[in-house]
């Protein structure tokens, strides 16, 4: 069983769209995740505008990748060093922590995910 950075059940990040990096809904990780896409984030233009800049386009769709092209609000898996990025540069996006994998730990202090809490009743 995948452990939040709670130490609990894994919680599903999004089925729409369809998010993970094994497309499973989750932010499981794995050996073959070389990114580790193991934040869940509420993603925002400022983030997608801010990824886009450092060469990773997160708009566009590419469906051979099953990748589906992201909005504002869209919850999505993203890459621990990305969003640990985003954040120092000040535009890191909300996070479910639930849905957040403990891998992310690995990367990103707890104390900064905590503070990028998305709130339950923004959900």
């Excluded at 894994?10 to 499981?28: A, H």
């Excluded at 993603?43 to 886009?52: A, D, N, Q, V, Y």
């Excluded at 386009?57 to 609000?73: A, S």
């Amino acid at each position: 069983m995948a452990k939040n950075i709670f130490g609990t059940e894994l919680k599903t990040c999004s089925q729409k769209p369809v998010t993970g990096f094994y497309r499973d809904g989750c932010c499981n990780t794995g050996d073959e995740d070389l990114g580790s896409h193991t934040v869940c984030a509420i993603i925002t233009e400022e983030f997608l505008r801010f990824s886009f800049d450092c060469g990773n386009d997160l708009i566009t769709p590419m469906p051979q990748y099953q990748f589906p092209g992201l909005g504002p609000g869209d919850h999505w898996c993203l890459c621990a060093s990305r969003w640990q990025e985003a954040f120092e540069a000040g535009k890191a996006p909300l996070v479910d922590l639930e849905a957040t994998h403990e891998r992310a730990l690995e990367i990103i202090n707890l104390e900064d995910l905590i503070r990028f809490a998305y709130k339950t009743e923004e959900k």
